[in-house]
């Protein structure tokens, strides 16, 4: 893919692929996990094959942006979480979440066993791993006085955190307490959700331009997404096993702890009454205006041209 | 006014016409100054140099050297005999006054022509290429056949005594030899004027012959100007037309000897009774000087 | 270069000496420092044109107006993450240099050290920093230390590399001149190698001083801040995050300042250790 | 090195010439390769008693058996990793080679480039990588190609600074011999610049070398792996957050490896160009 | 048999002990050997030196300098003079036969003692060292009082003629005057054994009288032995007590001329009927075996 391409210009391109079935790429927010399940039982079972798509599924990666690469047009369709695509609204770039995986966020404080936090006051007085800039933790700060955290960098490992008993690290539950549990570390963990900070995470997004002209594509995209991952919710186990073929460095076993401890965020809260990918206003609206006041968002706009549930099936 | 100029080697246009500019600035001067200039292969104009360690390598230095004449230049250690040498040769610019060579500053010929070779003190060779490489540089440098160059290359070898040694490395030579190669370097170009710092310092006393004899015979062959730093008085006087003896700090031309005997020279010459009186006039020309020197 | 030097040394010193082709300021400025200008010149208009020609929006590529603003806006950001970087950068440089020396100097002194211990040098250099950093912050903390440790652990292989080859590519005869005089190790190393590897060694500080901003930055991204205000890398990564690419730019483009300026102070001292005798630091009189 | 290898050298002539003091082959052994066994020995033993002694888990500090065991049941994972790390950053050696001689050389022919263009080559060395790595995926697509310009850039300084050291620091009365033959600025170049700079070019290369590995996890790191399969980087960062801190060893280890055969090659290369006459290339007669 | 052991010079009880060893050693085979042994500063025996080239710079070279001799060698160019004088010195191994220095391999004097120097046939200065500090070197490396050091260092540049260039670097010199200073630095050593390659090939004929005069001088005065290289035969039998003529390819010892002229030896001498004999026998020696070489 060359640079200079507006989103519109590669997508005429991908429209004349031969075949009649469109060439669509999308850029995972990671290396491929559980929580792309839907994408890879899509593939897997030919899903988007049969509403006309040829989808590539392009791997994230730690320092990999999705919504950066949407935005240059190098793909068509992205995975990031809610938080990031309201705040690519400072730079301008306009982005329309088409469904949302998670109705929750999964992310949390992971800290060993016995080591009494109950409240994010607890963190006081102890060594907190968190990624810099990421936006839940500006949140906390604002939200509780944590003036007392030493706060280190997070970079993808966890042994300093096991070396050190009192530290907390932030996780995904989903993910790294199994890792835990592996090396025989007992942790607990808490959910930043518990502040009230819940946006939903796995975002499947596109640009606005994009949305605006393509309605067909989107919509044979976002139906094929929401039924690859009614397929995952039966045969979780073996897509999983395409997975590994993807990311061969992941055991088996984690991605079904994953599987499961995903499920509920996935096929459960919102989603369980209102269908997969379900997305309300409310919710955007929340976040969004978290985000203003602890200053992430520069200004104040109306979430509805930031989400649209248009593409999602009806509810059932 | 007529003044008839009569370039004494084939100048290209461009040349021709530096001298004619060269010629026409003169003309407002006077005439004789264009004849002078004419026939001037090198030209020493009230050169001095000074280092600027605070050395006074040359003072006051004024010396005409004519075409197809061979200069020996003889004086004692650090008395600015290289120094000048390399003034002519563009290496170097005078503190005050001037050196002209053909009529024009060296870096200019320099950036013309290729008709200036120079021996250097030290060998001076490029580590990383062979003897034949190394001789075939400066042919190399100016183009042509290379299959000629090689040939022409060789021969020279052959004359100085190493055409066994065309693949040798520099670090594999002796220190005689390595400054064979260097005069084979500098022969090799057929240039028109030849510059030579000490280059038989080096050779034993019969090889010194046999190359002392082959310089004189390409010396008249090809009509070149030679300039020759030598410490040895009777090689002075057995190869020069004119020997310019210098004296020490700083830097001074104290006597210019004119060695009138003839050409072709013959080994047997160096016993005949006008050469040991050249050799005693430098000689003590040289001493006096020091003398000189020692009673201020 | 040795050209021109030898053109400019050339005309001082007509200048100095002769007193009469005196040299006009505009010549001098024109020789060194008009190209620079033009093409910084150029540089930054080409820079400023190409988003708009290629349709780049700013988030992926920001004008220099745009990274002017962010800069001027953040700027207080910004100054506190260079002071922090210079200062772990110049720490980590130091130890480059003086380990990174005092190793070379250890290794070239026996064959069988060398053969036996500059592979590990290679494998500290090739191993990835994410690797061993959670040992680095095990055994410094977090933060400080440990980005000084990361940022001379990227930049003292050029140093020994380079040294090493210049210890080991001394003349043959002046090496002959020191067995005959019967030099010990030491003396031989001092006397001869040292200085004769000068050269050598000054290049291999000029790659260090500028690896070791890039391994401060580093450092900061593994090993965390460790509670104190973050540097560089720091303000990097939550720009990156939170996609203000034209503050990415700032950092960037403030560590590359900061780069150059360090690898000048770096050149100049070199100039100084050199100008004695090497032939590239030096202004030769004919 | 100047030293043993004369003593060296001396021995073997003896050995060849006059076939008396034959060497047995069990000296040689020992001059050239018991030290390296004894450190390495000393080293995996240090090592494997490091962790039991200060009491470090293997998720910390694995031990060397730990690590053996990590690599042999990860072996295929590894064996596919390396092979794609060596594709990337070979490719991304040879560019740094190219282009870095390449562009010394322009630079090296005017006293003005060199002004005008080398303070960029600075920037793309300082320039943090994290702060281009989206302009780069975004020109070159996430992934290989990416990772191979990330190699690039992260290796190609040293060359540029090497050989740009080593063409200025051409012998005078040499570069004086050129001018009196009027040669051009390109004969200067190619006859005499480029043959005496080739010692630093050398240096440079091996440090490069080195470096390009260092360039191509990197890159893995911040431009992801794109379509294809990942190399090392991927390997290690997957390895991190699953704490498999053995198999991020065996990772480390690999790139520590490739490191040294990739620095081994590139020495053997440098020795053939520079045996001909370079002293710390040069077996001397004496 | 009762043999007596007269060191000639003060050995320290280790080097003593060798020299026993060595000495019982050759009791087995003759105490004649013994006799020669003791008495040799140098030993040529038999030496043949192959360079991996193919070259043959020395061909069966047999040659015996007792101490306290001024030898000097004298042969075309590429003959192998430096190659004899570097294996005295350590700096090169026969590939066959043996060198021994004071009966000992040269390897292992150079170990014990800092009793060789050598005026290499190029200056050899570090560049980065003053003149002075040049100078020093040896010094430094011996140790001693640094203020002596320097004393001695600045008069042996005064005897040179250098006392003005102390801070000068190596590339502000002369070629002659480097080399002045690499006979300074030798001489500032004071060592028993002297090794000179061509020394004062680069120097005018005046500067050369006087520091043959001064070489001859401390020579006698500190007993030294000297191996002197040089192509000037006037030198050779103006200096030496013995002259070995070398000839080319392979490097053999053609003659040997002992100069039997009283010292001190004066510059009037070269007037000297018996000087001039010298002379032409040395310069016939080398003649006849050039030619020899050239009807073969
Ligand atoms: N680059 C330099 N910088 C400073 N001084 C110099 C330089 N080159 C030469 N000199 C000084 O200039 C004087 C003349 O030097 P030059 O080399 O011309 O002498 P020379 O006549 O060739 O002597 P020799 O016969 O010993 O070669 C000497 O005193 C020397 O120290
Ligand atoms: N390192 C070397 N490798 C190969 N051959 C060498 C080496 N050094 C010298 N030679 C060869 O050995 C021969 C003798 O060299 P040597 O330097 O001893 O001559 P020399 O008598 O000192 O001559 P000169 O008077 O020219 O200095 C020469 O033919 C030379 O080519
Ligand atoms: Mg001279
Ligand atoms: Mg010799």
């Not at chain 2, 190869?239 to 060695?259: E, N, T």
């Not at chain 2, 020279?265 to 020091?290: C, I, K, Q, W």
């Amino acid at each position: 893919a060359c640079s200079g391409e507006s989103a519109t210009e590669t997508e005429s391109e991908a429209a004349d692929s031969p075949g009649g079935t469109e060439e669509v790429k999308l850029v995972l927010n990671w290396f491929p996990k559980s929580q792309h399940g839907g994408v890879y039982s899509a593939i897997e079972e030919g899903i988007f094959e049969e509403n006309g798509l040829s989808v590539e599924a392009e791997p994230g990666g730690p320092q990999v942006s999705p919504v950066q690469i949407v935005a240059a047009g190098d793909a068509q369709f992205g995975l990031a979480h809610a938080d990031q695509i309201l705040i690519a609204r400072n730079q301008g770039i306009e982005l329309v979440a088409l469904a949302a995986t998670m109705q929750g966020s999964p992310q949390a404080f992971m800290f060993h066993e016995g080591e009494e936090i109950q409240d994010f006051d607890d963190l006081n007085g102890r060594e907190v791993f968190v990624q810099p800039g990421i936006t839940y933790w500006d949140f906390l700060k604002n939200q509780y006085d944590l003036s007392g955290v030493t706060e280190l960098g997070y970079n993808g490992q966890h042994v300093n955190f096991i070396d050190n008993k009192t530290s907390v690290t932030q996780s995904f539950v989903t993910s790294e307490p199994y890792f835990m549990e592996l090396e025989d570390v007992p942790v607990e963990t808490m959910l930043v959700s518990e502040s009230g900070y819940d946006p939903y995470n796995v975002v499947l997004f596109a640009t606005k331009d994009y949305v605006e002209s393509n309605g067909e594509t989107v919509q044979k995209f976002v139906s094929s997404y929401v039924d690859g991952w009614a397929s995952y919710e039966e045969n979780g186990p073996a897509i999983n096993e395409v997975i590994v073929g993807e990311n061969p460095n992941i055991a088996l076993e984690a991605l079904n702890f994953e599987t499961e401890t995903q499920h509920d965020y996935i096929y459960g809260m919102d989603a369980a009454e209102n269908g997969i990918g379900y997305m309300t206003e409310e919710r955007w609206t929340t976040l969004k205006d978290q985000l203003l006041e602890i200053g992430l968002l520069e200004e104040d706009f109306a979430v509805t041209d930031m989400f649209t549930t248009e593409f999602l099936p009806d509810a059932n | 006014m007529h003044i008839e100029v009569q370039p004494s080697h084939t100048y290209d246009v461009s040349r021709y016409n530096i001298l004619k500019t060269s010629l026409l600035k003169t003309l407002l001067e006077g005439a004789n100054d264009v004849i002078i200039k004419k026939n001037h292969a090198v030209y020493f104009r009230n050169v001095s140099k000074i280092y600027n360690t605070g050395t006074v390598a040359l003072n006051h230095f004024d010396f005409p050297v004519e075409e197809g004449e061979f200069i020996s230049f003889l004086g004692p250690s650090g008395c600015g005999k290289s120094t000048a040498l390399r003034m002519v040769a563009g290496l170097g610019t005078p503190t005050s006054g001037e050196v002209t060579v053909y009529g024009e500053p060296p870096e200019e010929l320099i950036k013309n022509t290729n008709d200036i070779a120079f021996v250097f003190q030290d060998a001076n060779l490029l580590p990383w290429r062979s003897v034949l490489d190394n001789v075939l540089l400066p042919l190399e440098l100016r183009g042509g056949n290379k299959k000629e160059n090689k040939q022409a290359a060789i021969s020279v070898l052959e004359m100085v005594g190493l055409k066994d040694h065309l693949t040798s490395y520099p670090r594999q030579l002796s220190g005689g030899m390595k400054m064979r190669v260097s005069i084979a370097r500098a022969l090799a170009a057929r240039p028109k004027l030849l510059l030579m710092d000490e280059p038989f310092a080096a050779l034993d006393e019969i090889t010194r012959q046999t190359l002392q004899m082959e310089l004189l015979d390409i010396w008249k062959k090809e009509k070149m100007t030679v300039l020759f730093v030598t410490h040895n008085v009777y090689e002075a006087v057995f190869l020069s037309s004119k020997i310019a003896v210098m004296s020490a700090r700083p830097g001074r031309l104290s006597s210019v000897i004119d060695v009138n005997l003839p050409y072709p020279r013959e080994l047997g010459m160096r016993t005949h009774p006008a050469f040991s009186d050249y050799v005693d006039r430098a000689s003590a020309s040289l001493e006096n000087d020091e003398k000189r020197k020692e009673t201020v | 270069m040795a050209m021109s030097e030898v053109e400019m040394t050339k005309k001082q010193q007509a200048l100095v000496a002769a007193g009469k082709k005196q040299k006009p300021f505009a010549s001098t400025f024109k020789e060194l420092y008009l190209g620079p200008i033009i093409a910084f010149i150029l540089f930054l208009s080409l820079w400023q044109m190409i988003p708009s020609v290629l349709g780049l929006p700013h988030y992926i590529l920001p004008k220099p107006t745009d990274v002017w603003e962010a800069t001027v806006s953040d700027w207080s950001l910004l100054q506190e993450a260079i002071r922090i970087t210079i200062f772990e950068s110049v720490i980590g440089f130091f130890l480059s240099a003086v380990i990174g020396i005092g190793v070379s100097v250890l290794l070239a002194s026996s064959k069988i050290l060398e053969r036996s211990i500059y592979p590990y040098a290679i494998i500290l250099q090739t191993i990835p920093v994410v690797a061993v950093a959670p040992i680095v912050v095990i055994w410094f903390g977090a933060g400080f230390n440990s980005i000084v440790v990361i940022s001379f652990l990227i930049g003292f292989f050029p140093v020994i590399s380079n040294t090493l080859m210049g210890l080991n590519s001394v003349d043959k005869s002046m090496d002959e001149l020191f067995t005959l005089y019967n030099a010990s190790k030491w003396q031989r190393m001092w006397k001869l190698r040292i200085p004769a590897a000068m050269p050598y060694m000054m290049a291999g500080l000029k790659i260090s001083c500028t690896l070791s901003i890039v391994g401060a930055i580093v450092g900061e991204y593994v090993a965390g801040i460790g509670g104190g205000n973050g540097g560089l890398g720091y303000a990097i990564t939550v720009a990156a995050i939170q996609v203000k690419t034209s503050f990415l730019f700032s950092c960037g483009i403030a560590a590359a300042i900061l780069g150059i300026s360090f690898y000048l102070l770096v050149s100049l001292f070199s100039k100084m250790m050199l100008g004695s005798w090497h032939e590239s630091a030096m202004k030769s009189d004919k």
